[in-house]
């Protein structure tokens, strides 16, 4: 039986409520109760030391781009939205290594657009987190041949199937050992340059689980491949044949 002493209330195991909510997969339910919990004192990870980014003046971007081109990895995060079919993109941040470089889209000129443009559709290893948003905003921007060959929050399902989240600053948190520090915001693109260098610094890490998992196949032969074509299926859309939903409207009233 249980007395009153039993009915008070207690701060609960996180650890055990976040196991269970993982075997049951609430992975929205999961996320509420942690709201409603807080975070708690002890379980925030220091925030990781980030670079400072190189604000790329307009003139040196074809440049920049040059130089990058001979880069193994290159991580890309973008400050694009994305919705109803219509995206924007302001700016672009691009890591190789420890270094960060931003570049303001609204600044540049038609060449050094068409240079970014060449770079994006034509770089062997380009690397993003949640590409397929990212993606579909920067074809509708006019970078129509934007591709990723690799995405960490794909790599993060892929070692943890069963994780509520597999956010960058989850995953930065987890395998990095350090939180993305909070952007300020009057300083456009320091949000992504935190999440571009966070990118390039896990995807090794992430590379290695996978392989020592056996499920690098799987992420370069299936999930990166049907990343671009789903992204492509939901930019296209689908045909629909108004005149018989209109019917099945009327029908169902």
């Given at each position: 039986p249980l007395g009153i002493a039993d009915?008070?209330?207690?701060?609960?195991?996180?650890?055990?409520?976040?196991?269970?909510?993982?075997?049951?997969?609430?992975?929205?339910?999961?996320?509420?109760?942690?709201?409603?919990?807080?975070?708690?004192?002890?379980?925030?990870a220091p925030a990781a030391e980030v670079p400072e980014p190189v604000r790329v003046d307009a003139a040196a971007v074809p440049g920049l781009l040059g130089d990058f081109r001979a880069a193994?990895?290159?991580?890309?995060?973008?400050?694009?939205t994305y919705g109803?079919?219509?995206?924007?993109?302001?700016?672009?941040?691009l890591s190789v290594g420890g270094s960060v470089s931003v570049i303001d889209l609204s600044a540049l000129a038609p060449s050094a657009t068409d240079a970014l443009s060449t770079f994006l559709a034509e770089h062997p290893r380009l690397v993003a987190h949640d590409a397929k948003p990212q993606l579909k905003a920067l074809?509708?921007?006019?970078?129509?041949?934007?591709?990723?060959?690799?995405?960490?929050?794909?790599?993060?399902?892929?070692?943890?199937?069963?994780k509520r989240s597999?956010?960058?600053?989850?995953?930065?948190?987890?395998?990095?050992?350090?939180?993305?520090?909070?952007?300020?915001?009057d300083e456009p693109g320091a949000d992504i340059s935190a999440r571009a260098w966070a990118i390039t610094?896990?995807?090794?890490?992430?590379?290695?689980?996978?392989?020592?998992?056996?499920?690098?196949?799987?992420?370069?032969?299936?999930?990166?491949?049907v990343?671009?074509?789903?992204?492509?299926?939901?930019?296209?859309?689908?045909?629909?044949?108004?005149?018989?939903l209109d019917a099945l409207g009327d029908e169902f009233r």
């Open positions: 009915a008070v209330r207690r701060e609960p195991d996180r650890e055990a409520l976040g196991t269970l909510f993982d075997q049951l997969e609430f992975a929205v339910l999961g996320r509420r109760v942690e709201a409603l919990l807080g975070s708690g004192e002890d379980t925030a193994d990895w290159v991580a890309l995060a973008t400050d694009s109803l079919g219509q995206g924007t993109v302001d700016h672009v941040a074809w509708d921007a006019g970078f129509t041949g934007a591709h990723v060959d690799w995405d960490t929050q794909l790599a993060g399902y892929l070692i943890e199937p069963d597999h956010d960058l600053g989850d995953l930065a948190s987890t395998h990095l050992g350090g939180a993305l520090p909070a952007a300020p915001d610094q896990l995807r090794p890490v992430l590379a290695e689980q996978l392989e020592a998992n056996g499920v690098s196949a799987i992420m370069e032969e299936i999930e990166v491949p990343l671009d074509i789903l992204a492509r299926m939901e930019t296209r859309g689908i045909a629909v044949d108004r005149a018989r």
